[in-house]
């Protein structure tokens, strides 16, 4: 029997932790974590459990009080104030002394003799005498003498139940058979921008407006002005490295080419250099560094895109050919999804014998960039490369940077989604790129709000991508863009769109697919960024209002109310302590005005259900008095197809006039 | 690196599983295992997962397919055959061959070129043949050259995908880079009798029906055929020891006893002896084992009480001391829960620096009866006792007897009692004393069957014991009893009754108390067997009801069906493949007759809609013409409170004519 039989108390269904702590959960900087657990003991005796924290770098551990719930169960709060790696684990103890005063409370209240047993809880406190410091150690030797010296029994109960004994004995506890729950859980703590982003995606390519010419790395630093005054903090560009020549892709994807087409700035690698290298026509290393700093001063992020793949004409083919798939005939296996073919990539076989110096090598990669200064990688297509490579990948580079974010673009099965998000990407494309009917979005948003997801998957909405032009957007006009931004940027504190394309109401696709016609994927673009009937004043507007509004940079504080038209989507978003409360209500139907009476929560609220209030339409301007649950809203798509509304309270003053806040 | 990049396969959420593993799950002998698990890999790649299962003693894992239920899930099947230990796990690889042969027929049938392709499986083919035993290794070289050689694509693609191929090649599959389950995951396997039992409390001393003398255990003996007549198997004696005279209980738990008074049973241990000895007036050990013989003859375990306490005068408070709480004042601390004392017993302090010692004689006495040949212990009072200790002492005993029975008395906290079933009690005590309502039942036994409880916590529903006589039976006179009996019987497969005090219907309480006037507990009784209006008959007819029917025999296939009554609860059981269906409706109020329509759920009982059906009713062989949903049922109290109906199928003969079966 090589263990402690004397600890006697359990600690159970410690929340949050993922897969028995298999996992981290993920938190921001400043972000509390709220931590329950079952804690009991044998018999009737009190338990103390106590929530413990660390950074990962400290050997100490913080302890903070645990506050009981209920039925066993307890709750502990701390914050995570630095980026990095924290722990916290529970530990909990037999309270003797909390239970003896309990007890002699019971006992002299039925008039029993407690003589002897006012001289246990003695026993108790000169006990913690010999474990607490200097002074406590005195003021609670000279507690246990006059308790025990104390002739008139009303006497020393008031000492031994007053505060300061109590206080005293709290913080001297005899923790000699407590109990330490087996795991120490960790939490992943990111910055801010991990939880509220605003992404633009643009080829920097297609950023000059000479016909003819490639934009450059530099025509793009241009625009960094421009991208910030929409009020974006993100700018993720598609991969900027050479791109290969055989099999390159021609227009729409075409299996031909001609001269001039650019091909996709996914077939990556050429004679010119693979992952770590730019594409001569879009600058230098230089021209990177500076678009960065450039970036930087305007608080937004240069993403970079990590496409795991390589042209025909990469470099690692020649000097790796043990890395990629070799087919019976002595040919390299390109990509390719049956009867799908995708001949201008080359898949890297992760399967590979060699596989460590692979790792290593793409790890450089990352490195690489890092180095230069990129601290957010989106990852194209990371559900075909094994998940063990990624939790590998994502936590050396974070020991370095711990700053860094990872967002996953997979498009694929939920389970393969949420693994990605468990095993380290920061942040996670969804489906809500096909989410649109009422019924969709309540019941996918509650999915990935409402559960245990809430604690590893943080999603980023998309409303469209180079590669998906939805079914929406194609038929719903000017007004399916606004209604699709308004729901992306206020059901998720992140999310992106792929411009400009999106703010230019682009909507022509290949016949029969959600995909662009004449993609930018395939050829150089020149836009019109100020083309009329742009989206720029709306995306601008309600940028700012996410700025403004707290409750707008959290995804998991969201709450679906009732309206009485399915057409209608009515839901709220507000801060722990009420100050900012945001209520919107939006038409999804692109082509009717809608009309419905919406239910506000106004117990929730903390509304009085017998005086009126102001909302305010942070999108018009407007201003409605409003009373009660039931409330009335007609949404023209064409006009604005929503409301963003603040709730204002009305505060009633001495003077007995109202005023609005 | 030091682990393997190239696993691919990931295996998750695997259930049932206790808290990760940490505990077993349970079943009894026969019984089925039905695992399930997320498995899935990066990229479109097929994969293999199998449930792998072993019994502890064996080396060797035993393999049975896992099959796909949508959305990454897989489930797979095994039987458990033997009572102890046994194992399970899975293991899952990317299937390339499948994968092949889906993408081959894919490119096939979109026209494209597959002659490289179709070398590519012969590789895998190859690949297979290494590893395959002789005669299989031989087809599989014969499968891979005439592939290889075939020239006609259709003829190589026949065989590709002929089933011999396919099953050689699920047979010997490439597992190089398999993933294993990190957790090999238990299950304890008990006897039938773990999740169906009939339990009868009796007091031996009481078994005699002359005036004055005690009962023996040879007047015990007497009674086994009349006790197993009634359909009981396990005959539970409260402690048969030396009963203590210091602080003797008197009538009615007086703390002042009379010398002809014989005490509680509870507080055990005299000068002649404490834990493992017996009574003298009860008898020998030679008694005991005579006892255990004869009742084995009918079926009946005896369980012995387990009552880890002792009186003032047990040996082991001279031996033994330092298990003990000394009070300063050098006196023994006795039980109390404040302001109650029980001065006739004194609680083991199990933070004894001997706790070693301790627990070694605490097993010795288990030993000692399970030696004499008892296989049952009812655990009194085991939430005094740190949980740790007995998950010792359940897993030392069930090494050396695998087939022990442990039943939890523990009416406390639910998350305690819980916690004691985890850790190896066989059965439990629950609430079902005082849950009478409709309401209150139903939310309970949901409780305890439809969530992760079914896996580890067996419930015993008691209507009455020693120390419990409920209000419903003081107020509800006989048919309170009987509906009781009933509940407890049909509810749960385990249920246990205190008799004789039970079936006599007796009922009068210590004034505004849920306890026995002039309890058992500190007095001998001689009771009239065959008093009128006893419960016999309908005890008898109800036990062998349960025998008969299979759908009884388990506790978690309760299913609640709709009655349009409060005061009516219907309910059914069903074995899994209809062969036996139960359908019970009972009137809960003991005072006035309750009619009310029984929605009956014919779709799920294989039941036509269109076709009459026979309901019998097992306990007045009364037989009714049903059909449909609704059907009326009319329940008197006084009569019979409840229909305890089979439901017997119509077969439909080529004579045309109905006959029931």
Same mark, same amino acid.
């Given at each position: 029997?090589?263990?402690?039989?004397?600890?006697?108390?359990?600690? $159970?269904?410690?929340?949050?932790?993922?897969?028995?702590?298999?996992?981290?959960?993920?938190?921001?900087?400043?972000? *509390?974590?709220? /931590?329950?657990?079952?804690?009991?003991?044998?018999?009737?005796?009190?338990?103390?459990?106590?929530?413990?924290?660390?950074?990962?770098?400290?050997?100490?551990?913080?302890?903070?009080?645990?506050?009981?719930?209920?039925?066993?169960?307890?709750?502990?709060?701390?914050? /995570?104030?630095?980026?990095?790696?924290?722990?916290?684990?529970?530990?909990?103890?037999?309270?003797?002394?909390?239970?003896?005063?309990?007890?002699?409370?019971?006992?002299?209240?039925?008039?029993?003799?407690?003589?002897?047993?006012?001289?246990?809880? /003695?026993?108790?406190?000169? *006990?913690?005498?010999?474990?607490?410091?200097?002074?406590?150690?005195?003021?609670?030797?000279?507690?246990?003498?006059?308790?025990?010296?104390?002739?008139?029994?009303?006497?020393?109960?008031?000492?031994?139940?007053?505060?300061?004994?109590?206080?005293?004995?709290?913080?001297?506890?005899?923790?000699?058979?407590?109990?330490?729950?087996?795991?120490?859980?960790?939490?992943?703590?990111?910055?801010?921008?991990?939880?509220?982003?605003?992404?633009?995606?643009?080829?920097?390519?297609?950023?000059?407006?000479?016909?003819?010419?490639?934009?450059?790395?530099?025509?793009?630093?241009?625009?960094?002005?421009?991208?910030?005054?929409?009020?974006?903090?993100?700018?993720?560009?598609?991969?900027?490295?050479?791109?290969?020549?055989?099999?390159?892709?021609?227009?729409?994807?075409?299996?031909?080419?001609?001269?001039?087409?650019?091909?996709?700035?996914?077939?990556?690698?050429?004679?010119?250099?693979?992952?770590?290298?730019?594409?001569?026509?879009?600058?230098?290393?230089?021209?990177?560094? !500076?678009?960065?700093?450039?970036?930087?001063?305007?608080?937004?992020?240069?993403?970079?895109?990590?496409?795991?793949?390589?042209?025909?004409?990469?470099?690692?083919?020649?000097?790796?050919?043990?890395?990629?798939?070799?087919?019976?005939?002595?040919?390299?296996?390109?990509?390719?999804?049956?009867?799908?073919?995708?001949?201008?990539?080359?898949?890297?076989?992760?399967?590979?014998?060699?596989?460590?110096?692979?790792?290593?090598?793409?790890?450089?990669?990352?490195?690489?960039?890092?180095?230069?200064?990129?601290?957010?990688?989106?990852?194209?297509?990371?559900?075909? *490369?094994?998940?063990?490579?990624?939790?590998?990948?994502?936590?050396?580079?974070?020991?370095?940077?711990?700053?860094?974010?990872?967002?996953?673009?997979?498009?694929?099965?939920?389970?393969?989604?949420?693994?990605?998000?468990?095993?380290?990407?920061?942040? !996670?494309?969804?489906?809500?790129?096909?989410?649109?009917?009422?019924? $969709?979005?309540?019941?996918?948003? !509650?999915?990935?709000?409402?559960?245990?997801?809430?604690?590893?998957?943080?999603?980023?909405?998309?409303?469209?991508?180079?590669?998906?032009?939805?079914?929406?957007?194609?038929?719903?006009?000017?007004?399916?863009?606004?209604?699709?931004?308004?729901?992306?940027?206020?059901?998720?504190?992140?999310?992106?769109?792929?411009?400009?394309?999106?703010?230019?109401? /682009?909507?022509?696709? &290949?016949?029969?697919?959600?995909?662009?016609?004449?993609?930018?994927?395939?050829?150089?673009?020149?836009?019109?960024?100020?083309?009329?009937?742009?989206?720029?004043?709306?995306?601008?507007?309600?940028?700012?209002?996410?700025?403004?509004?707290?409750?707008?940079?959290?995804?998991?504080?969201?709450?679906?109310? *009732?309206?009485?038209?399915?057409?209608?989507?009515?839901?709220?978003?507000?801060?722990?302590?009420?100050?900012?409360?945001?209520?919107?209500?939006?038409?999804?139907?692109?082509?009717?005005?809608?009309?419905?009476?919406?239910?506000?929560? &106004?117990?929730?609220?903390?509304?009085?259900?017998?005086?009126?209030?102001?909302?305010?339409?942070?999108?018009?301007?407007?201003?409605?008095?409003?009373?009660?649950?039931?409330?009335?809203?007609?949404?023209?798509?064409?006009?604005?197809?929503?409301?963003?509304?603040?709730?204002?309270?009305?505060?009633?003053?001495?003077?007995?006039?109202?005023?609005?806040?």
């Amino acid at each position: 029997m090589d263990f402690e039989g004397r600890k006697r108390v359990i600690i $159970e269904n410690v929340k949050p932790q993922i897969d028995h702590g298999r996992f981290p959960i993920k938190r921001v900087i400043g972000e *509390k974590v709220v /931590v329950q657990a079952d804690v009991f003991a044998d018999g009737h005796d009190e338990v103390t459990p106590v929530l413990l924290y660390r950074k990962a770098n400290e050997k100490v551990w913080q302890e903070t009080p645990m506050y009981a719930l209920g039925n066993d169960r307890w709750e502990g709060t701390f914050t /995570v104030r630095e980026i990095g790696v924290w722990y916290y684990t529970i530990e909990g103890w037999v309270d003797h002394f909390t239970t003896w005063q309990k007890e002699l409370k019971k006992k002299y209240d039925a008039g029993q003799e407690i003589n002897v047993d006012i001289l246990t809880g /003695v026993a108790y406190i000169q *006990k913690s005498a010999e474990t607490a410091i200097k002074d406590d150690a005195k003021r609670l030797r000279v507690f246990a003498n006059t308790i025990k010296e104390e002739k008139n029994v009303e006497e020393a109960l008031s000492l031994a139940f007053g505060t300061e004994l109590t206080s005293l004995m709290k913080a001297w506890p005899d923790k000699n058979l407590s109990t330490i729950y087996e795991k120490e859980l960790r939490v992943v703590v990111d910055r801010k921008k991990a939880i509220f982003s605003a992404w633009y995606e643009m080829f920097p390519r297609s950023c000059n407006s000479e016909e003819g010419r490639s934009g450059t790395l530099k025509d793009c630093e241009l625009l960094i002005p421009e991208i910030a005054k929409m009020g974006f903090d993100i700018l993720y560009l598609p991969p900027i490295h050479p791109i290969g020549t055989t099999n390159r892709k021609g227009k729409n994807n075409s299996p031909v080419s001609q001269k001039e087409d650019p091909g996709s700035p996914w077939a990556i690698g050429s004679h010119k250099g693979g992952h770590t290298s730019i594409h001569p026509s879009l600058g230098t290393e230089a021209d990177f560094r !500076s678009l960065i700093k450039k970036a930087m001063k305007y608080n937004i992020d240069i993403a970079m895109d990590l496409a795991f793949q390589c042209s025909p004409d990469h470099p690692y083919i020649k000097k790796h050919k043990d890395w990629f798939k070799i087919r019976p005939d002595g040919s390299i296996q390109h990509a390719e999804n049956p009867p799908k073919k995708y001949e201008d990539v080359v898949p890297i076989n992760f399967e590979t014998a060699n596989w460590k110096n692979l790792w290593h090598e793409l790890k450089n990669v990352v490195f690489c960039w890092a180095e230069c200064g990129v601290r957010i990688f989106r990852v194209d297509n990371p559900h075909t *490369k094994p998940f063990v490579f990624w939790e590998w990948l994502i936590d050396e580079a974070k020991k370095k940077y711990p700053e860094i974010i990872f967002l996953s673009e997979a498009f694929t099965r939920p389970k393969v989604m949420y693994r990605l998000a468990k095993i380290g990407f920061t942040q !996670s494309y969804t489906y809500f790129t096909w989410r649109n009917t009422k019924r $969709e979005l309540m019941q996918y948003i !509650s999915e990935l709000t409402q559960g245990e997801l809430k604690e590893y998957f943080r999603p980023n909405f998309w409303p469209n991508t180079p590669d998906i032009l939805p079914e929406q957007l194609q038929y719903g006009g000017r007004p399916a863009f606004i209604i699709r931004f308004i729901l992306a940027s206020t059901l998720s504190s992140n999310y992106g769109i792929y411009g400009p394309a999106f703010e230019l109401c /682009v909507s022509e696709a &290949v016949t029969g697919r959600e995909e662009y016609f004449n993609s930018e994927k395939y050829e150089i673009k020149q836009w019109d960024w100020d083309m009329p009937g742009n989206l720029k004043d709306i995306i601008t507007r309600i940028n700012q209002i996410r700025r403004e509004n707290a409750a707008l940079q959290d995804t998991w504080n969201i709450r679906f109310y *009732k309206v009485d038209n399915e057409c209608l989507l009515f839901y709220g978003k507000a801060t722990e302590d009420l100050s900012n409360i945001i209520l919107i209500v939006i038409n999804l139907d692109p082509h009717h005005v809608q009309s419905g009476w919406v239910s506000v929560p &106004v117990k929730t609220l903390g509304i009085d259900e017998n005086q009126s209030y102001l909302v305010h339409d942070l999108l018009s301007d407007e201003k409605y008095v409003w009373q009660g649950e039931k409330n009335y809203v007609e949404l023209h798509p064409d006009v604005t197809p929503a409301h963003i509304f603040r709730i204002r309270k009305r505060l009633r003053k001495e003077t007995d006039f109202d005023y609005y806040m």
